[in-house]
C-alpha cells in the first residue's frame, strides 16, 4: 500500500497467518517472514531490520473489536521501536 503524499493510494490484501499466533514472539516471526515476502530484492535483512527500512515497515492493526490485550500491543510497539532505534 501507498501511503505518500502526492501518489495513488494503494490497495491491501489481509491475509490469515501461515502459523496460529498464540505469543507475541508467533505474531513477530509472521510479521518477519511477510517482510521477507514483500521487500525489494536489494533490501538488505539484518538482525536489525527485521520489519522494516527507510522505505517501508511491517505494522500491526489489531480490530478495535478485539480484545488484544494491552500488555500485548505495548510489546509489540518497545520490540519495533527497538529495531529502529539500533
Do not use: H
Request: aromatic fraction near 6%; proline fraction near 7%; hydrophobic fraction near 40%.
Amino acid at each position: 500500500m501507498v501511503f505518500a503524499p502526492g501518489c495513488q493510494l494503494g490497495t491491501a490484501k489481509a491475509v490469515p497467518c501461515l502459523n496460529e499466533a498464540t505469543s507475541l514472539n508467533d505474531v513477530y516471526v509472521e510479521a518477519q517472514e511477510l517482510w521477507i515476502a514483500e521487500c525489494r530484492p536489494e533490501t538488505k535483512i539484518t538482525n536489525r531490520a527485521r520489519l522494516s527500512a527507510l522505505w517501508g515497515c511491517v505494522v500491526l492493526l489489531p480490530n478495535p473489536a478485539s480484545q488484544i490485550p494491552q500488555s500485548f500491543l505495548d510489546e509489540w510497539a518497545e520490540r519495533v521501536t527497538r529495531e529502529r532505534e539500533s
